[in-house]
């Protein structure tokens, strides 16, 4: 059964960083690309950014050079390290495993976890 549970969501003021954790079992990360979304109230699921099984990176651009996506194989686990954080930023974050198809898209992902919370206050 694969699981995915993020953590590291809170409360923090706009300029300040977060890093979210993303722990996957049941699926192997280093053969599998996995994905960062976020949601905000009212807002259809968008995404954050992806990194493929080679380690490739990419971020939608409102977080380039912001945010970081990385993986510790080891660890089974993916992570997103949030820098310069602004407002627009508050929004659940979930982690995701992706079957196929563009990574933009929320239907390439097949395994999702709950999702956790991120609020910048300004």
């Known amino acids: 059964q694969v699981q995915l549970v993020e953590s590291g969501g809170g409360l923090v003021q706009a300029g300040g960083s977060l890093r979210l954790s993303c722990s996957v079992s049941g699926h192997t990360v280093r053969r599998n690309d996995m994905g960062w979304f976020r949601q905000a109230p009212g807002n259809e699921r968008e995404f954050v950014a992806h990194i493929s099984w080679t380690g490739a990176t990419y971020y939608t651009d409102s977080v380039k050079g912001r945010f970081t996506i990385s993986r510790d194989d080891a660890k089974n686990t993916v992570y997103l390290q949030m820098n310069s954080l602004k407002p627009e930023d508050t929004a659940v974050y979930y982690c995701?495993?992706?079957?196929?198809?563009?990574?933009?898209?929320?239907?390439?992902?097949?395994?999702w976890g709950q999702g956790t919370q991120v609020t910048v206050s300004s």
């Open positions: 995701a495993a992706r079957q196929g198809g563009r990574y933009e898209y929320p239907s390439s992902y097949n395994y």
